[in-house]
C-alpha cells in the first residue's frame, strides 16, 4: 500500500504557482520523498526528490516539514503543459524499500 | 541521452497469442524495472532486476508472465498466452543504483510504455 495521501484533484492558473501537499506520517528516518507526474499517455517523468532538506532543481521545489510528515511540491508558474498526474512517493534506499509503491496521485489541471 | 527504449508502442493480438514486449534500458544503468498500468489498479510495479538478476517477480501475476534480462542492454517481457485482461500499458524503467553501501537513493527513469490490447 502507498504510505502517501494526496488530494485527488486541483486547479491552478496558468502563470501562478501550483502547490501540490503530500502527506506521509509514517515516513522512516531513511526514507526519501520522491515526486514523479505523469502526462496524459506518456511514462512517469521524475521531477524531484529529497530526504530532510528543501530542494530545488529547474522544474520545481520540493519543502519538507521539519518532521519529515508532510511535505509540498511547488511548480513556480505553472504552464498548461504541467496539466499531469503528479505522484508523491516515499521510498528507502536499500533493498526492496527501493521499490516505488504508488497511489493515486493528484490530477493537476492548469487552466488558461 | 536517448532515455529508455521501449518497443513497440503499441500492441493488438488476439486472445491466446504469445506477445513479447522489450527494453532498452539507459547505457549506464544496473536496475530494470517493469510496471504495469490501468485504470482500475494504476501503477503496479511486476518485476526488478539489479545487474541482469531477477531480484523481486512478487508482482508478476501468475505463470503466463515471464520476464528475462540476457544482458545489461536489453530485457523482455513475455506473456503466453495472453488474455483480454493482460490489456494494460507496460512501461520499463531504469535506475543507477550505487555500487557500493552509501545511503544514496537512485532514480528511475522511465521508458514510453508499450500499449497492449489483447482481443
Known amino acids: 500500500d502507498a504510505k502517501t495521501t494526496q488530494p485527488t484533484s486541483m486547479d491552478c492558473a496558468e502563470g501562478r504557482a501550483a502547490n501540490l501537499p503530500c502527506n506521509h506520517s509514517?515516513?522512516?528516518?531513511?526514507?526519501?520523498v520522491y515526486w514523479y507526474r505523469q502526462i496524459h499517455s506518456q511514462g512517469p517523468q521524475y521531477i524531484i526528490h529529497?530526504?530532510?532538506?528543501?530542494e530545488t532543481n529547474e522544474m520545481a521545489s520540493l519543502i519538507i516539514t521539519e518532521d519529515r510528515k508532510s511535505s509540498t511540491l511547488i511548480l513556480p508558474h505553472a504552464t498548461l503543459r504541467d496539466t499531469a498526474v503528479y505522484y508523491c512517493?516515499?521510498?528507502?534506499?536499500?533493498?526492496?524499500?527501493?521499490?516505488?509503491?504508488w497511489g493515486l496521485g493528484t490530477s493537476l489541471a492548469v487552466n488558461p | 541521452d536517448a532515455g529508455v527504449i521501449q518497443s513497440p508502442r503499441h500492441e493488438v493480438t488476439e486472445m491466446g497469442q504469445e506477445v513479447t514486449l522489450r527494453c532498452k534500458p539507459i547505457?549506464?544503468?544496473?536496475?530494470l524495472f517493469w510496471y504495469r498500468q490501468t485504470m482500475m489498479r494504476g501503477l503496479e510495479l511486476l518485476i526488478y532486476f539489479n545487474n541482469n538478476v531477477p531480484i523481486d517477480d512478487s508482482g508478476m501475476p501468475e505463470d503466463r508472465f515471464s520476464a528475462k534480462m540476457p544482458n545489461a542492454s536489453f530485457s523482455t517481457l513475455k506473456i503466453q498466452p495472453s488474455e483480454p485482461r493482460d490489456s494494460a500499458v507496460y512501461f520499463c524503467?531504469?535506475?543507477?543504483?550505487?555500487?557500493?553501501?552509501?545511503?544514496?537513493?537512485?532514480?528511475?527513469?522511465f521508458g514510453p510504455g508499450t500499449r497492449l490490447t489483447v482481443l
Open positions: 547505457s549506464g544503468h544496473n536496475s
Open positions: 509514517t515516513i522512516s528516518g531513511n526514507e526519501y
Open positions: 512517493i516515499v521510498r528507502g534506499h536499500a533493498g526492496n524499500n527501493r521499490k516505488l509503491i
Open positions: 524503467a531504469s535506475s543507477l543504483v550505487p555500487t557500493l553501501p552509501s545511503g544514496l537513493t537512485d532514480t528511475q527513469y
Open positions: 529529497g530526504l530532510k532538506n528543501n
